[in-house]
């Protein structure tokens, strides 16, 4: 695989679920060499799963070359930790454009404590580990054309990369696809549940809803019909799907569910913002 330079490196602050679903994203593409990553990470069973990936590992940014200054870094811990993690990280970023993944922390808290920074907010969901992903970014008036272009490049060994040009668009984005495969890990679940209910074997009903999920997702993307319309073309009338689409639709009740959780995902990121 081609691999796409980055200058200087890469620096990735925490290495949790999500950064290092993104890392093997990245090393999986060949979109950076392991060599080129330095990845910071306190808990020390995490550090060494990064190890394993072949890259550089410290337990603390004071461990950094204190010249350390990498072409991007990324941030990668939990929003609640984010303000008391910065400003250990300014020395480092003279020379960076800065892409935060945490959910609900605005530029304005990146700026206020690691200073006048090209700085990028990016909402990327767990998928990007196989290249699945969708990722949403928003960058700052200070990020250059090339460094957005390399920001995107990427990112998008994750998947696919969406940039809007307000901010609040964010959280939005953080409740649809940040969140959602969270809700398709339980339709899964709930999906299987019913069809143990049903009399299939546990396995059998886990292997039917996976599978399900899985071809319907493929064939939606694949489609240039709408889903309404696929939903229509497999609802036969007087038939199984007809019977159950009843009531899923009676209402709106799934619609309204979803709406619902999105709605509460949304306002918890706007809540994060507010406290960061």
């Known amino acids: 695989m081609t691999e796409v330079a980055t200058n200087d490196g890469l620096l990735l602050v925490g290495c949790g679920n999500m950064g290092r679903a993104m890392l093997q994203g990245w090393l999986t593409a060949g979109f950076i060499h392991p060599n080129d990553v330095?990845?910071?990470?306190?808990?020390?069973?995490?550090?060494?799963?990064?190890?394993?990936?072949?890259?550089?590992?410290?337990?603390?940014?004071?461990?950094?070359?204190?010249?350390?200054?990498?072409?991007t870094v990324v941030l990668a811990v939990k929003p609640q930790i984010m303000a008391?993690?910065?400003?250990?990280?300014?020395?480092?970023?003279?020379?960076?454009?800065?892409v935060s993944i945490a959910a609900g922390v605005p530029v304005a808290t990146l700026e206020a404590s690691l200073g006048e920074v090209p700085a990028v907010r990016a909402m990327p969901n767990t998928p990007a580990a196989?290249?699945?992903?969708?990722?949403?970014?928003?960058a700052n008036a200070r990020?250059?054309?090339?460094?957005?272009?390399?920001?995107?490049r990427l990112l998008s060994a994750g998947g696919a990369v969406h940039r809007v040009e307000h901010e609040a668009l964010i959280d939005a984005a953080t409740a649809?696809?940040?969140?959602?495969?969270?809700?398709?890990?339980?339709?899964?679940?709930?999906?299987?549940?019913?069809?143990?209910?049903?009399?299939?074997?546990?396995?059998?009903?886990?292997?039917?809803?996976?599978?399900?999920?899985?071809g319907a997702g493929a064939l939606a993307m694949a489609a240039s019909t709408p889903p309404a319309e696929l939903?229509?073309?497999?609802?036969?009338?007087?038939?199984?799907?007809?019977?159950?689409?009843?009531?899923?639709?009676?209402?709106?009740?799934?619609?309204?569910?979803?709406?619902?959780?999105?709605?509460?995902?949304?306002?918890?990121a706007v809540e994060l913002a507010r406290t960061a």
């Open 84 to 98: 008391a993690v910065l400003p250990a990280y300014r020395p480092h970023v003279t020379e960076s454009v800065v």
């Open 176 to 214: 649809l696809s940040g969140s959602g495969p969270a809700y398709v890990f339980h339709f899964i679940e709930a999906l299987s549940a019913a069809g143990t209910q049903l009399g299939l074997p546990p396995r059998t009903a886990l292997a039917l809803a996976r599978e399900t999920v899985f």
């Open 38 to 71: 330095h990845v910071v990470e306190p808990a020390e069973a995490l550090r060494a799963e990064a190890r394993v990936l072949g890259v550089r590992t410290y337990a603390s940014a004071e461990m950094l070359h204190a010249g350390f200054s990498p072409a």
């Open 143 to 152: 990020v250059s054309p090339q460094q957005a272009e390399r920001v995107t």
């Open 231 to 268: 939903r229509r073309q497999v609802t036969s009338p007087g038939g199984t799907t007809e019977a159950a689409l009843r009531v899923l639709t009676e209402d709106d009740a799934l619609k309204t569910l979803v709406r619902a959780a999105a709605t509460a995902a949304y306002r918890r």
């Open 130 to 138: 196989i290249g699945k992903g969708s990722t949403v970014i928003f």
